[in-house]
T-cell receptor, first 116, second 114 residues
């Protein structure tokens, strides 16, 4: 069965620290897609990144980077030089191919608090 | 701004009542999803529509129903409301409902049952 685990419930850092949010997934499919979403205090869900299961290349976007390792079923998210505006709940999600529906399976989320 | 519009933003009602939540997808998106976010269950998929047809069902209660109209907007109907239905309800959309497409979420409707 599909499952996404975000073991870190809450993380607190001071501005300019680097922080890594962990995501471990379970799936029986060989083709699947992984996503990260951000939910700031205002409540909306913001799409950050999508990764295909057949593309293990890491990705960097500004201060954000993602490390996908199929061997360990992990898709971790690192924020470099964190800022107060990064404070939010971050969700990792999984979607499988060849499903009648394409629902996202979300982890429980990691609450990141960045203090100044 | 994701381009997905949800109304109302907040809804307060009493147990036993019925409410309708509305969603307009991003321009050009044919697939609409509904999710429920609660403290104990997290983000849970409820139902998906594609171009007016139901595509998939998740953990949606029988008291809940949804539809997608010819103009592609969608409504989620919640009836015989219980205290436990208090939650944030999100609508999301994607171009054609394929699993590789990111779903873009609206701001949600916060439902409070008194």
């Amino acid at each position: 069965a599909q499952k996404v685990t975000q073991a870190q419930t809450e993380i607190s850092v001071v501005e300019k620290e680097d922080v890594t949010l962990d995501c471990v997934y379970e799936t029986r499919d060989t083709t699947y897609y992984l996503f990260w979403y951000k939910q700031p205090p205002s409540g909306e869900l913001v799409f950050l990144i999508r990764r295909n299961s057949f593309d293990e290349q890491n990705e960097i976007s500004g201060r954000y980077s993602w490390n996908f390792q199929k061997s360990t079923s992990s898709f971790n998210f690192t924020i470099t030089a964190s800022q107060v505006v990064d404070s939010a709940v971050y969700f990792c999600a999984l979607s499988e191919r060849d499903q009648a529906g394409t629902a996202l399976i979300f982890g429980k989320g990691t609450t990141l608090s960045v203090s100044s | 701004d994701s381009g997905v519009t949800q109304t109302p933003k907040h809804l307060i009602t009493a147990t036993g009542q019925r409410v309708t939540l509305r969603c307009s997808p991003r321009s050009g998106d044919l697939s609409v999803y509904w999710y429920q976010q609660s403290l104990d269950q997290g983000l849970q998929f409820l139902i998906q529509y594609y171009n007016g047809e139901e595509r998939a069902k998740g953990n949606i209660l029988e008291r809940f129903s949804a539809q997608q109209f010819p103009d592609l907007h969608s409504e989620l109907n919640l009836s015989s409301l219980e205290l436990g239905d208090s939650a944030l309800y999100f609508c999301a959309s994607s171009p054609s409902g394929y699993s590789n497409q990111p779903q873009h979420f609206g701001d949600g409707t916060r439902l409070s049952i008194l």
